[in-house]
C-alpha cells in the first residue's frame, strides 16, 4: 500500500505563488508516474501535470503550462508542485496521485490513478 501525504497550499492573491509537496511512503517501487490533479468548486477532478519517475519527463495541462512546474526528488519520495502567476480560476483542491500504467493524454484522467492523497486547499483571490 502507498500512501500520499500533500502540503503546501494556502490562500494567495493573484499573481502569487504556492509550492505544494507530496510525500509517498510504502511499497513505492511500482509507481509509474505522479501527478497532481485539480477540483474546482463544482467542478471534476482534472490532471493539471504529472511526472513519469524513471525518465523524468513532465506533462501539464494547456491551462497551467508555463506557469505550473512538477518536479521529483527520488532520494525524498517526493513530488513538488511549483505554481506561479496563480489566477483565480486556479483555485480548487489540489490532489497529489500515482498510477502504475501508461496512460493517454498529456495529463492522467482520475481512472488512470492508482492511490490519492488527502487534498490540500489552494484559494487564488483576484
Known amino acids: 500500500q502507498v500512501r500520499l501525504v500533500e502540503s503546501g497550499g494556502g490562500a494567495v492573491q493573484a499573481g502569487g505563488s504556492l509550492r505544494l509537496s507530496c510525500v509517498a511512503s510504502g511499497y513505492t517501487s511500482d509507481i509509474s508516474w505522479m501527478a497532481w490533479f485539480r477540483q474546482a468548486p463544482g467542478k471534476e477532478r482534472d490532471g493539471v501535470a504529472s511526472?513519469?519517475?524513471?525518465?523524468?519527463?513532465?506533462f501539464y495541462a494547456n491551462s497551467v503550462k508555463g506557469r505550473f512546474s512538477i518536479s521529483h526528488d527520488a532520494a525524498k519520495s517526493t513530488v513538488y508542485l511549483q505554481m506561479n502567476n496563480l489566477q483565480p480560476e486556479d483555485t480548487g483542491i489540489y490532489y497529489c496521485?500515482?498510477?502504475?500504467?501508461?496512460?493517454?493524454?498529456?495529463?492522467?484522467?482520475?481512472?488512470?490513478?492508482?492511490?490519492w492523497g488527502q487534498g490540500t486547499q489552494v484559494t487564488v483571490s483576484s
Open positions: 511526472v513519469f519517475i524513471g525518465g523524468g519527463s513532465t
Open positions: 496521485a500515482d498510477g502504475r500504467h501508461y496512460y493517454l493524454g498529456p495529463v492522467p484522467r482520475e481512472s488512470d490513478v492508482t492511490h
